[in-house]
């Protein structure tokens, strides 16, 4: 189970219905000093798979907390991933394919995805693509499509492993796409990372990021691509320095 709304090129869309291979698009454009939403994640330290989840909005140039729940991380905890800006820890794991641990950094996000049709899913505010059952995400870092969304067409595929999106449980019936390690992805640093629903409150991801189905919601009628919203990671220690620098919001006192 791994994890990687709001952007999706429309011929990914396209190809679905085709039944081609489509590639996630390139990173928009978003300075993270733009940002207007932030779902921030903290956990007690690097190698800890429970975390906090805080929902912030910017209002009159002040950040506001909407909403805070529980999330579960990598079994493995973080590891310094791919996302909006260099970050280099004294110390600090990094990321790699297959070992366990969510990405920490600031990342911008993708579309919304889920088992449901379009039709169904008609009241999320931005882009939605439908976890078919025929849709994957490449995680081989040897595949020219590591990293990307893809039918799965065995006459074209030059994978050997892969995430298959619409699953037999409910883990990816609501979630978003997490930009990590996508402009353009480096073979073996991370890949398909997503925001999902979870199993339970101890039990953690290949690398995702997993929640409560009411939580996962909450999230999905709340956020919007025009506030440019950010995922930030990090453990509770590392944070603060990263706030100060790029004046993301207070962590809330506990």
């Known amino acids: ?141 040897q595949s020219a499509h590591y990293n990307t969304l893809v039918q799965n067409d065995s006459a074209r595929s030059d994978w050997k492993s892969f995430e298959q999106m619409h699953r037999r449980d409910d883990y990816y019936k609501w979630g978003l796409f997490i930009n990590h390690n996508a402009e353009p992805p480096a073979a073996g640093k991370g890949s398909c990372i997503f925001m999902h629903i979870w199993g339970n409150d101890h039990q953690g991801t290949t690398g995702c990021t997993a929640m409560k189905e009411e939580d996962m919601l909450r999230i999905l009628h709340w956020i919007n691509i025009g506030l440019d919203p950010v995922l930030v990671q990090l453990p509770e220690g590392e944070y603060p320095k990263l706030a100060a620098q790029y004046h993301l919001p207070t962590l809330p006192s506990r």
């Open 1 to 141: 189970m791994k994890n990687s709304g709001l952007l999706i090129a429309a011929t990914l869309l396209f190809a679905a219905a085709a039944g081609k291979c489509a590639d996630l698009p390139a990173l928009p454009d978003t300075n993270v000093l733009h940002a207007q939403q932030v779902l921030l994640v903290i956990t007690p330290d690097w190698g800890s798979l429970q975390g906090r989840l805080y929902g912030f909005e910017k209002r009159a140039g002040q950040w506001v907390m909407q909403f805070s729940n529980a999330v579960v991380l990598g079994s493995k905890g973080l590891g310094i991933g791919e996302g909006m800006v260099p970050m280099t820890i004294a110390d600090a794991p990094v990321k790699k394919e297959g070992d366990l641990k969510s990405p920490a950094g600031i990342f911008s996000i993708g579309a919304a995805f889920g088992y449901a049709g379009t039709r169904e899913a008609g009241w999320i505010k931005d882009h939605y693509v439908q976890a078919t059952d025929t849709l994957i995400c490449v995680d081989d870092p």
